[in-house]
């Protein structure tokens, strides 16, 4: 069954056009099998999700991988917004077995000097996956820690075992603003670490203390949006310096890249398409929750069936129509009857039937904007993947075909006055 995640809508300001930097635990902690079927394993196969599914929902951000053992700092992937590179980078490593201790600190050195020089414009984050109870450093963490707080750089620990003094302190000196569940949690299992790593996909709000003490001012970005050629024989591109025939010619420069988002190596131009702004512009402004659907308002309705995939909805079993009638909710004679008549105690208010975890008990959900009802399939599809109501999408092509309709009739009856003139 889907899950149905209710989540804050609220429009906030968001660094859409992030920097993040993964750090590994490629310690012997990792190779613990709490985490089927370790955590090593595991965690090179949420990395694998975890690559898609960011680059899915910020096309034109950064992602840098560094892994840490035997008290040093690697670089696995370096920065950079091909998802390609990063997955075969990552499955490099199911080849080589973790050993040795973590060492937070060169990790966050290294996260910090590829972050140092990145645009103003952009989010400065780290997210740590780590699975030890120690960490082996060369000096003082607490000064690497005040590097990155001056450096606004962000810090989200997820913990495999339990939690570490030294993390906390993390989390807590680079958020200020935010609550230590958001910034620094411990998987519980299999499927709650999935679901800490896919938070991560989320541009992270922009605090205003952050924007005051930076001096950080709404600017605009420029941007380019080339088409897709093909050339009638190979040319070198500019970004790998191979042949090809299809490509993308710079909106500034007219210098060929392969693929988009990217960022004109010639004259640092970022170009994108159209599509990848779409695709990020629903965290700005998120798909409002749809909310339950109780029996009396699906009864009153006349929608019998799913708007999205047309699939019919269940139908009321008598049993429950009778169990509500006669229990939660009803106006039952006999209860009545009981409740005042002289002697004997009233009956409890009846209370109504309170749906578990956001799921209907009538099996539809309803967006309170243009009112269809909707399966829990299409719910979860429509807030997760295409980030839009399909009713409310229907409403407006209807609105506006009629508007267009309206105006070509406009448009024959000038014809037609003037055939007659």
């Not at 990848?276 to 409002?288: C, E, N």
């Not at 006349?302 to 049993?319: D, T, V, Y």
């Not at 006669?326 to 009981?338: C, E, I, K, T, V």
């Not at 295409?386 to 009713?391: F, R």
């Amino acid at each position: 069954m889907q899950r149905r995640l209710l989540k804050d809508t609220t429009p906030l300001q968001r660094g859409i056009i992030r920097r993040l930097l993964l750090i590994l635990d490629l310690s012997t902690a990792m190779s613990e099998k709490d985490l089927r079927p370790t955590r090593y394993l595991l965690t090179l196969r949420y990395t694998t999700a975890f690559i898609i599914e960011f680059f899915e929902q910020n096309p034109f951000s950064q992602l840098g991988i560094i892994g840490t053992r035997d008290g040093l700092a690697l670089t696995i992937s370096p920065l950079s917004g091909n998802p390609n590179d990063h997955i075969a980078n990552t499955q490099k490593l199911r080849d080589q077995e973790p050993k040795g201790q973590p060492s937070l600190q060169n990790a966050l050195d290294m996260a910090r000097a590829a972050l140092f020089h990145a645009p103003t414009h952009t989010t400065r984050e780290v997210l740590i996956l780590f699975g030890s109870l120690l960490s082996s450093d060369p000096g003082d963490i607490h000064t690497t820690i005040s590097a990155l707080v001056s450096s606004h750089i962000t810090v989200q620990i997820i913990g495999l075992a339990a939690q570490v003094a030294i993390c906390q302190t993390l989390a807590n000196r680079t958020n200020p603003s935010l609550p230590l569940s958001q910034t620094y949690t411990v998987a519980l299992n299999e499927q709650h670490y999935r679901d800490l790593f896919m938070r991560a996909t989320t541009p992270p709000t922009t605090p205003q203390s952050t924007k005051e003490d930076s001096g950080v001012q709404s600017s605009l970005l420029m941007m380019g949006f080339p088409s897709r050629i093909v050339d009638p024989s190979p040319t070198l591109c500019a970004c790998h310096s191979r042949p090809t025939r299809g490509g993308y010619l710079c909106s500034r420069c007219s210098s060929k890249v392969c693929s988009l988002p990217t960022q004109c190596p010639a004259c640092g131009l970022t170009l994108i398409l159209s599509t990848h702004l779409a695709r990020s512009y629903h965290h700005l402004f998120p798909l409002r929750n749809w909310k339950e659907v109780r029996w009396a308002r699906a009864s009153a309705s006349n929608q019998n069936c799913c708007f999205g995939c047309q699939i019919p909805f269940p139908e009321r079993l008598a049993s429950s129509h009778r169990r509500q009638s006669s229990g939660a909710g009803g106006q039952n004679h006999d209860r009545m009857a009981l409740g005042t008549s002289r002697g004997q105690p009233k009956a409890p208010k009846a209370q109504p039937v309170a749906s578990k975890d956001g799921v209907s008990e009538s099996g539809r959900y309803e967006c309170e904007n243009c009112g269809r009802f909707f399966c829990i399939d299409c719910d979860v599809f429509a807030h997760e993947v295409v980030h839009n109501c399909p009713g409310c999408q229907s409403r407006e092509g209807m609105l506006q075909a009629q508007a267009d309709g309206a105006a070509g009739d406009g448009e024959i009856e000038v014809l037609v006055e003037g055939q007659k003139d």
